[in-house]
């Protein structure tokens, strides 16, 4: 068995608080936890500047820079800097009891001799989580001895518009919620510790927990202990919550004979576990294709929302488009035009990319896009935060067509594995020359930091041309996957005429 270490800090705790297996292992078989993924470091980066915005709209305080690790440093500086009188600390540290917390923020009173605790959240809203987090943060600095009067949370405000800032934040009062839990806190945290005190990990049975808020870094250990299959009730398309009162049925495997009441696609995707075949509705295929027009216009856009809002008339998170590949088919068996655009600067995208984006759609073809809502919504907003291109734009969006109703109503392939993603539906129908594997830009997640890094001022020029062709690649390769699949959707309905 592993040594504890001296202090747990909150953020570990809080694995506790998720799941007892997961802090368990987290301190004995660190080894066996999944990586951390890029995405999740740049959730790390953006919580950073949110913090360093939040800081700046609270001024005059001091930091307690230490590093994240350094514990024992951190915790003589904050006493050092309460003993000096100093009013507002950033990053402030506390202990008790092997409990370690860090609050973003605590601002002094003068009139009531007491502290407020402002812990500042990369959301727009405040989450179930976050106030389990906020209230074993108070308990720990509680009961280190600092007096506390109120307890804040500072979540990013969705009424902010660029490039007014001043409301950025939103302010919640949460001391309310975390004087009614204050007592529960104790409990827990004696249980958390009686747990990674054992030889042996709890029998702790796989639930919502793995999956929410975000996928548990252990999931892989402890759902092949299950034995839980490759594909399972789990992929089933739609399933939601169900798939956990299955599961406590025993009833995991898609083939499961008790497996009943399932909606149609989860039924085509069982039917197609069983029998191996790939299920075609042509009729259903030929029906939704009718309302389509030559030439047909692929469209792909790729988009950046940044927590911290930097274009005019943009809230937090707002997805901007920074890039679109179009591929234009007048016929089947023609040749296809493309067509491209990528900002290359950290201005606004949209003024230079709306003009290229109307020039490249023009016509009154269909204007073609898998899961074409997201389209639709960022076209609309671009329309209405450049009325001089208004009219074309909506005209854009009123040829919209989505092909991935189609799949998802009329087309079921094993490959698929239970999601309709493009990712997935490509590959699947057209080959393994289709897949995104090994791409160095290969989903949104990846187009989104791999333009934040070709923007910024230090990345190398060599780097910054890397990247570039990369986005272009990737881009590219959504529209014509897109193009290739309706040449598919249209064969697959002349073959059965």
């Known amino acids: 068995m592993a040594q504890l270490p001296k202090l747990l800090s909150k953020t570990r705790l809080m694995r506790g608080y998720r799941c007892l297996k997961n802090i368990y292992l987290n301190v004995h078989?660190?080894?066996?936890?999944?990586?951390?993924?890029?995405?999740?470091?740049?959730?790390?980066d953006q919580g950073n500047l949110v913090g360093e915005a939040a800081r700046r709209c609270i001024p005059g305080g001091v930091l307690i820079d230490n590093k994240p690790w350094d514990f024992v440093g951190s915790l003589k500086k904050t006493r050092e800097l309460i003993a000096n009188g100093t009013h507002l600390i950033y990053e402030a540290a506390f202990e008790h009891q092997g409990c370690y917390a860090r609050a973003d923020m605590i601002q002094f009173s003068a009139e009531?001799?007491?502290?407020?605790?402002?812990e500042v959240k990369s959301s727009t809203k405040v989450k179930p989580e976050q106030l389990d987090d906020i209230c074993l943060q108070a308990w720990i600095?509680?009961?280190?001895g600092l007096p506390i009067e109120r307890i804040n949370i500072l979540h990013l405000n969705s009424a902010c518009r660029y490039p007014d800032l001043s409301n950025?934040?939103?302010?919640?009062?949460?001391?309310?919620?975390?004087?009614?839990?204050?007592?529960?806190?104790?409990?827990?945290?004696?249980?958390?510790?009686?747990?990674?005190?054992?030889?042996?990990?709890?029998?702790?049975?796989?639930?919502?927990?793995?999956?929410?808020?975000?996928?548990?870094?252990?999931?892989?250990?402890?759902?092949?202990?299950?034995?839980?299959?490759?594909?399972?009730?789990?992929?089933?398309?739609?399933?939601?919550?169900?798939?956990?009162?299955?599961?406590?049925q025993g009833i995991v495997a898609l083939d499961d004979e008790r497996l009943d009441g399932l909606a149609p696609p989860q039924a085509r995707m069982v039917a197609c576990y069983k029998s191996g075949d790939r299920f075609v509705?042509?009729?259903?295929?030929?029906?939704?294709?009718?309302?389509?027009?030559?030439?047909?216009?692929?469209l792909d856009f790729e988009t950046i929302g940044p927590a911290i809002p930097r274009f005019d008339g943009c809230g937090p998170f707002r997805q901007v488009p920074f890039q679109f590949s179009v591929h234009v088919c007048a016929s089947l068996?023609?040749?296809?035009?493309?067509?491209e655009y990528l900002h290359s600067d950290d201005t606004d995208p949209r003024s230079s990319l709306i003009p290229e984006l109307v020039k490249a759609c023009e016509g009154d073809g269909s204007v073609v896009s898998y899961y074409s809502r997201f389209e639709i919504d960022r076209t609309e907003e671009m329309a209405a935060q450049f009325p001089k291109y208004a009219n074309a734009l909506r005209a854009i969006v009123a040829r919209m067509q989505d092909p991935l109703p189609i799949f998802r109503e009329h087309v079921y392939d094993n490959g698929f594995a239970g999601s309709f993603s493009l990712k997935n539906v490509a590959p699947a129908i057209l080959g393994s020359?289709?897949?995104?594997?090994?791409?160095?830009?290969?989903?949104?997640?990846?187009?989104?930091?791999?333009?934040?890094?070709?923007?910024?001022?230090?990345?190398?020029?060599?780097?910054?041309?890397?990247?570039?062709?990369?986005?272009?690649?990737?881009?590219?390769?959504?529209?014509?996957?897109?193009?290739?699949?309706?040449?598919?959707?249209?064969q697959e309905t002349s073959a059965h005429i």
């Open 333 to 339: 068996d023609g040749p296809s035009q493309h067509f």
């Open 281 to 298: 509705d042509a009729d259903g295929i030929r029906s939704a294709l009718k309302g389509w027009k030559f030439p047909l216009v692929f």
């Open 141 to 144: 600095i509680a009961n280190a």
């Open 433 to 490: 020359e289709h897949t995104y594997d090994g791409m160095r830009v290969g989903d949104g997640g990846a187009a989104q930091r791999a333009f934040e890094e070709m923007i910024s001022t230090e990345t190398p020029t060599h780097e910054k041309l890397t990247l570039r062709r990369a986005l272009l690649e990737y881009c590219k390769k959504d529209t014509w996957v897109m193009v290739e699949l309706v040449r598919w959707l249209y």
């Open 112 to 118: 009531t001799k007491k502290w407020t605790i402002l």
């Open 168 to 248: 950025l934040f939103s302010v919640e009062d949460v001391t309310q919620h975390a004087r009614e839990r204050y007592s529960l806190t104790l409990p827990k945290v004696t249980e958390i510790y009686g747990v990674i005190r054992k030889s042996d990990s709890p029998p702790t049975d796989i639930g919502p927990h793995c999956l929410a808020p975000n996928e548990c870094g252990f999931l892989n250990e402890c759902w092949s202990e299950k034995k839980i299959p490759e594909v399972s009730v789990f992929d089933l398309p739609k399933i939601g919550d169900k798939k956990w009162a299955l599961y406590n």
């Open 29 to 44: 078989s660190p080894s066996l936890e999944a990586p951390i993924s890029e995405e999740t470091h740049a959730l790390f």
